[in-house]
């Protein structure tokens, strides 16, 4: 009881909250059930923002800059990173057109189990995560 107290007053609470409801209860350990250790490290890194992006690593001290390697004036956030930068924009279209409007929804991209093998794709495709990530096998 103290935990979930304690839980529920903390900022992660609130930004993961925003992206899946139920993410700390049984629905995420049924999405993830099958899924390899990289992509359930993937899904979880963006949904709690400790993805290995330079606005994180900044945070970490672990580069100089938070901006995007290729948009040089905007950080390179999860959002960015997903939705923006436009380096990625010829992987960003498949996705777009595999999900219709709901591509650019976070909380469905990182909670639909559809949505998922699209996200991996994309992440596959930008070579972005690669030297932490690997490759990330598609879900089954």
């Known amino acids: 009881a103290r935990w979930a107290t304690l839980w529920s007053t903390s900022p992660r609470f609130q930004h993961i909250q925003c992206i899946d409801p139920l993410a700390i209860k049984r629905s995420f350990l049924k999405l993830t059930s099958s899924y390899s250790k990289r992509l359930t490290g993937l899904l979880i890194g963006l949904r709690t923002r400790h993805l290995l992006l330079n606005q994180h690593l900044f945070r970490l001290t672990k580069t100089e800059s938070p901006h995007c390697p290729h948009c040089l004036q905007t950080e390179e956030t999860i959002h960015h990173f997903?939705?923006?930068?436009?380096?990625?924009?010829?992987?960003?279209?498949?996705?777009?057109?595999?999900?219709?409007?709901?591509?650019?929804?976070?909380?469905h991209v990182l909670s639909d189990s559809d949505a998922i093998t699209h996200l991996v794709r994309y992440v596959n495709q930008t070579h972005r995560l690669k030297s932490t990530l690997g490759d990330i096998s598609m879900p089954t």
């Open 82 to 107: 997903l939705f923006e930068c436009p380096q990625y924009i010829a992987a960003r279209h498949v996705m777009s057109r595999a999900l219709g409007r709901k591509s650019t929804s976070l909380s």
